[in-house]
């Protein structure tokens, strides 16, 4: 391939791809820049498709599907073991031209390229470099590629004199427009009405525009050779020397600024009361009243419900109604959308099933503060991000919190969701923590320590089911620990689930003994539990015997 036929886009640009070794690519997404949130795993519309900014990877490597332009083969650095026999086998990228080749195949040595020595496979081939092209590249690889300076002009009078910096000839330019500015008024007072007039105009356009045209670095229109006069009759002139320096006025006069209105808050009008008849098409109203319809609704699914919203004005206002909707099913969707969650806070549901949605902390956050009378809440399977808003948000009626399976749980984050508040203050009725109303609780298959039962066990202590399946490090310490005499579930408890608990033991099941109120004790899946023991725990039993429709399941009639 010639040079001439080589031209800038001869080669096409490859996308590199992570090179999966680097501190960026290891890390998980941070799940709080603008493409975490658009992201549909963190609640998103997952339209930009773009990785997190912390996960930008600093070193890309080519494809696996790149190959030399001239010979075909991709790179084969692998199969010798000499430093230069291994550049000469390795594909480069060129950043000029965007040519991959093996830098064997161009018959050059490695002295006539420039490395770049932050991305690998990366250089200036000896083609571009021979020919004097430049790469637009900037940051890092600046140092190879820049410009070789201007030499500077000669002039007719003498030798060359060296250009100022650009920072210096705006400071210089700034300075003398100030000094011109400065003169006006002088020479504005000995003039006629007319032409004052005409000069304040143009004064005041110039003290708006002028320091503005020098910060941003544009050149003031400079006179010709000639005298230009301005509709005054004068011309503005260099400080102390008399040369022109810009027509007088700069431009047209801007249009005047419309006053600023002052600002107030439209909220809208409050909802008008709901009718309490069904209006008919005959102008007469329907027999049965609103309490009637509402008993009749109230035997109606939510699809039901749907469709009958459709009906009329009337209906759709009535089916609004939270009575209709004691609970609501938004489980596995991939997105929560705004209309969804205006659509779950207008009908003001006692229990919420968000279990494996890609609820965000923010919609959670927006949710909780907007259902007050919240009773039972499912966010099994959500990402702990997420769940981490029910640490600032209000629960005063909450009574079931289901929070299986829900990776990456730490002792510090369920300290945040268990103890009170910061603000709070002892006296006040939270200060047990923001569980204290919970009666029942979900933590299975979450990673929960013996230091996070202990806070459990002080600030949820009107607990009367407990699942703990499938926590790896719940033993028979942690059944001592519930059953102790100072815990408040000793009394409480009635459903107890430890199932798949493999750490705990035959020692631990007499302490199953101390809670009396204890009606459901499941053990199944405990490979260190042997069926003859949970046979004679059920025989005794807490006061009266167990029954055992399974094995090392055991149940009590109340």
Request: charged share 25%; net charge positive.
């Amino acid at each position: 391939m010639s040079s001439s036929s080589r031209g800038p886009g001869a080669g096409a640009r490859r996308r590199r791809t992570r090179c999966r070794r680097c501190r960026a690519c290891v890390r998980t997404e941070c799940g709080d820049c603008h493409f975490c949130r658009d992201m549909k795993k963190f609640g998103g519309p997952g339209r930009m498709k773009q990785s997190c900014l912390l996960r930008q990877c600093t070193a890309p490597v080519l494809p696996h599907t790149a190959v030399c332009l001239l010979c075909g083969e991709a790179g084969k650095e692998d199969t010798v073991e000499g430093e230069e026999e291994k550049f000469g086998l390795s594909l480069m990228e060129c950043t000029i031209c965007n040519e991959i080749v093996h830098p064997g195949c161009l018959k050059m040595g490695k002295a006539e390229g420039v490395i770049n020595a932050e991305i690998p496979n990366c250089w200036e081939c000896p083609r571009c470099t021979q020919e004097g092209r430049t790469s637009k590249v900037k940051g890092g690889r600046e140092r190879h590629l820049k410009k070789k300076p201007k030499p500077p002009l000669a002039s007719a009078e003498g030798p060359a004199v060296p250009s100022p910096s650009p920072q210096r000839e705006k400071l210089e330019r700034f300075k003398r427009m100030c000094q011109l500015l400065e003169r006006v008024p002088d020479t504005s007072s000995s003039s006629s009405d007319s032409d004052s007039d005409s000069d304040s105009s143009g004064t005041s356009l110039s003290e708006d525009e002028a320091p503005g045209e020098a910060r941003n670095g544009r050149r003031p229109a400079r006179g010709s050779s000639g005298e230009k006069e301005n509709r005054g009759g004068r011309r503005a002139v260099r400080p102390g020397t008399g040369g022109p320096l810009l027509s007088w006025p700069l431009g047209p006069a801007p249009p005047p600024r419309p006053p600023q209105l002052e600002r107030h808050v439209v909220r809208p009008p409050p909802r008008s009361p709901e009718p309490d008849t069904l209006p008919l098409a005959a102008g007469s109203d329907h027999p049965l009243p609103r309490a009637a319809w509402l008993r009749v609704f109230q035997h109606l699914g939510p699809r039901e419900l749907c469709i009958c919203m459709r009906v009329c004005r009337t209906w759709s206002r009535w089916c609004y109604d939270k009575r209709l909707w004691p609970r609501m099913d938004l489980s596995r969707r991939k997105s929560l959308t705004p209309p969804m969650l205006s659509g779950v806070v207008r009908r003001q549901p006692r229990a919420l099933d968000l279990s494996w949605t890609g609820v965000s902390k923010k919609q959670l956050m927006w949710l909780l503060n907007r259902l007050q009378g919240l009773q039972e809440l499912v966010l099994s399977g959500c990402s702990w991000l997420s769940v981490s808003a029910l640490g600032s948000a209000p629960l005063p009626a909450l009574r079931l919190l289901d929070l299986r399976w829900i990776e990456d749980v730490k002792d510090s984050q369920l300290r945040e969701l268990l103890l009170p508040p910061p603000d709070t203050k002892p006296g006040q009725t939270e200060s047990r923590g923001r569980l204290q109303g919970v009666a029942e609780l979900r933590l299975a298959g979450l990673e929960l320590t013996d230091a996070s039962l202990r806070l459990l066990l002080r600030h949820a202590p009107q607990l009367s089911a407990l699942d703990l399946s499938h926590c790896a490090h719940v033993g028979d310490p942690s059944v001592h620990l519930l059953t102790a005499p100072t815990s408040p579930l000793r009394e409480t408890l009635v459903h107890l689930n430890l199932a798949g608990c493999h750490r705990l033991t035959d020692h631990c099941l007499p302490l199953f003994r101390r809670c009396p109120r204890l009606r459901r004790l499941d053990l199944r899946s405990c490979r260190q539990l042997s069926p003859e023991a949970c046979a004679r725990l059920a025989a005794a039993g807490p006061p009266g015997p167990f029954r055992c429709p399974e094995e090392k399941l055991l149940l009590k009639d109340s």
